[in-house]
């Protein structure tokens, strides 16, 4: 097996655990008996501390290795799903809530970052941003996948088992299952990373504080503005998914038809990953074709377009339509944005780097909920979507136009610069 295709399996295998979650999170919550007020506390633990962790956390792998901080994230994750299943009160799910925040923010970029610096090691000259599209496409096949049977598999436990075992709330039998599956990437990632931790993404880093490694790194992205564009790109992607996500479920169930369909919320979740894999398959090298700025720009104002039909449709197959095309546009924007990155980006700081983009990512989310509050509370959600899908299309106007400015007279190789050795 090659190295892209070993790549690209492990991350399926990996983000798979995520989806498993993500389809049961909430009524697992519920479950265990927890309000509304201690639901949001639950997911707030997790992202404060991915937040606060993500980039030092890039730091410490460009530091310490890719690969073991990747397996150590694996150990935390491993120790979230136990505390949540053996968890003896509401305060330990939350303290495990937290811990998988930990684990998320240092496995945050560790494998792109490994396998991108292993490419150019071995002087691999294929189109990265073709590759890394590539393997987008299995990780949220992976995804889909895990949703699909995170949300099958609950239902799918006795009563009685339930009862005698899992203390009578059979959404812990998904969460073993994202544990045996975090286990088995720590397991497999020996085998499928074969060739160990690239030795040059650690050399100059030695005697080298964290603080001047982020010093070292903020000065160059403020004297590149391509990297500045980029992160702002990402953000505005954060901006868009957090729309959606917020209020899709409450408002898909006012819908006609909508409400008996959300018995099925696990596999709306899987088509929407699935769906996007297949249309960046069928995608996939005519649009490597173009450049990044039409790529970007085309999925931007695909995103706006469907966020505004999602407002206006009254039937909920036209909103799940709708709702297809907004994901794709969000999730198949990410690999364009991270091959471009690593262009401009020097091997010794690549994990910090991807960290710095899931980071503007989240960012762009945390702007989204000041934003929607105002405005649901003001007038409604469709109203919202619809402000939020000008504020994105005005947005991406005036970053492509930003980015070709800049773009002229620059000439980057495809590969990344060594500018901060």
């Not at 292993?118 to 590539?134: A, F, I, M, P, T």
């Not at 949220?140 to 099958?152: D, P, Q, T």
Request: hydrophobic residues 55%; glycine residues 8%; charged residues 10%.
């Amino acid at each position: 097996m090659n190295l892209d295709t070993r790549y690209a399996f492990h991350l399926a295998l990996d983000i798979s655990a995520a989806g498993v979650f993500m389809a049961v999170s909430g009524l697992y919550c519920l479950a265990e008996g927890m309000t509304l007020q201690q639901l949001g506390w639950f997911f707030a633990a997790f992202f404060i501390v991915m937040v606060v962790l993500e980039v030092p956390s890039g730091f410490l792998a460009d530091r310490l290795g890719h690969l073991a901080v990747y397996r150590l994230s694996k150990c935390f994750d491993m120790l979230n799903f136990v505390l949540l299943v053996l968890a003896p009160n509401i305060s330990a799910v939350i303290l495990a809530s937290a811990i998988g925040g930990i684990g998320r923010a240092l496995g945050s970029g560790c494998l792109e970052a490994w396998y991108v610096n292993q490419r150019s090691k071995e002087s691999h000259h294929g189109n990265l941003r073709l590759v890394l599209s590539r393997a987008n496409l299995w990780l949220l096949f992976g995804l889909g996948m895990g949703a699909a049977i995170g949300g099958l598999l609950p239902a799918m436990v006795p009563h009685a088992f339930s009862q005698a075992y899992l203390n009578g709330n059979p959404y812990k039998s998904a969460l073993i299952l994202s544990m045996v599956i975090h286990i088995a990437a720590l397991g497999i990632s020996f085998m499928t990373f074969h060739e160990g931790e690239n030795v040059q993404s650690r050399q100059g880093h030695n005697h080298e504080s964290l603080l001047s490694m982020g010093c070292n790194l903020l000065s160059h992205f403020v004297a590149n503005p391509v990297l500045i564009i980029l992160l702002a790109w990402q953000m505005l992607m954060g901006y868009a998914l957090a729309n959606h996500s917020v209020y899709w479920q409450p408002v898909f169930a006012m819908l006609e038809g909508g409400n008996s369909l959300l018995e099925w919320v696990g596999f709306i979740v899987a088509s929407n990953y699935l769906l996007a894999a297949l249309l960046g398959r069928l995608l996939g090298v005519p649009a490597a074709a173009f450049s990044v700025v039409a790529t970007l720009l085309v999925f931007a104002l695909c995103a706006a377009l469907a966020l505004v039909g999602m407002s206006l449709v009254n039937h909920s197959w036209g909103f799940l339509f709708a709702n297809w095309v907004f994901i794709a546009a969000v999730f198949l924007s990410r690999p364009v944005i991270a091959a471009e990155l690593h262009r401009h980006v020097s091997s010794s700081y690549r994990s910090a780097s991807v960290s710095l983009l899931s980071l503007s990512l989240n960012l762009g989310g945390v702007m989204t909920g000041g934003l929607l509050s105002w405005l649901t509370q003001i007038y409604s959600v469709p109203v919202a979507w619809q402000v939020s899908a000008l504020v994105l299309i005005l947005s991406a106007c005036g970053l492509s136009i930003w980015q070709v400015m800049t773009s002229r007279g620059r000439q980057v190789p495809d590969r990344e610069t060594d500018s901060l050795h």
